[in-house]
T-cell receptor
Framework: AQKITQTQPGMFVQEKEAVTLDCTYDTSDPSYGLFWYKQPSSGEMIFLIY??????QNATEGRYSLNFQKARKSANLVISASQLGDSAMYFCAMRPRGTGRRALTFGSGTRLQVQP | NAGVTQTPKFQVLKTGQSMTLQCAQD?????MSWYRQDPGMGLRLIHYSVGAGITDQGEVPNGYNVSRSTTEDFPLRLLSAAPSQTSVYFCASSLTPTGSDYGYTFGSGTRLTVV
């Protein structure tokens, strides 16, 4: 079984500052993928970034980076230079890369509010 | 535009009614899945499919049926709606089952209310 824990129900950040959203996970699978999604108030799910468990380097996508610490089972999302449009819910998710149930397990999310 | 299309966007049902939520993708993705999102929670898997003719249950399958007759379509059927099925439903697809760098593409969601 897999479990994703996001311990920050809500976060505030000033515009142009960096913010870290926490995510820890638990799995017995040796190979897995970690995802972050953004859900704005309009409701759609927007894929942000992916990290494979065997990737040697932390993933980056523009202003998003994933601070992956495998031994600690954490996959924190770092948003640099926050913008007002970053205000949204953020979900961490994971799935095993082997055979079997091929689906994402989601955390409960963190609501980020960017203040001007 | 390529992507995942869900219909309807909003629906109100009476307890006991049945209905089908439609999901279609035009990206030739093999993997498709249905999730529900309840207030204050992440998404939970209902059913998924790894290709035409192949479906399997997810975490919360009771009260729902699926079929996958084509690569493009993956409808979700509510057999006898109950208030506990009030939720937002998302359909998602992926080029590969692992998602990897492409992630999973989500539809815009269907907001269902059962009264």
């Amino acid at each position: 079984a897999q479990k994703i824990t996001q311990t920050q129900p809500g976060m505030f950040v000033q515009e142009k500052e960096a913010v870290t959203l926490d995510c820890t996970y638990d799995t017995s699978d040796p190979s897995y993928g970690l995802f972050w999604y953004k859900q704005p108030s309009s409701g759609e799910m927007i894929f942000l970034i992916y990290q494979g468990s065997y990737d040697q380097q932390n993933a980056t996508e523009g202003r998003y980076s994933l601070n992956f610490q495998k031994a600690r089972k954490s996959a924190n999302l770092v948003i640099s230079a926050s913008q007002l449009g970053d205000s949204a819910m953020y979900f961490c998710a994971m799935r095993p890369r082997g055979t079997g149930r091929r689906a994402l397990t989601f955390g409960s999310g963190t609501r980020l509010q960017v203040q001007p | 535009n390529a992507g995942v299309t869900q219909t309807p966007k909003f629906q109100v049902l009476k307890t006991g009614q049945s209905m089908t939520l439609q999901c279609a993708q035009d990206m030739n993705h093999e993997y498709m899945s249905w999730y529900r999102q309840d207030p204050g929670m992440g998404l939970r898997l209902i059913h998924y499919s790894v290709g035409a003719g192949i479906t399997d249950q997810g975490e919360v399958p009771n009260g729902y049926n699926v079929s996958r007759s084509t690569t493009e379509d993956f409808p979700l059927r509510l057999l006898s709606a109950a208030p506990s099925q009030t939720s937002v439903y998302f359909c998602a697809s992926s080029l590969t089952p692992t998602g990897s760098d492409y992630g999973y593409t989500f539809g815009s969601g269907t907001r269902l209310t059962v009264v």
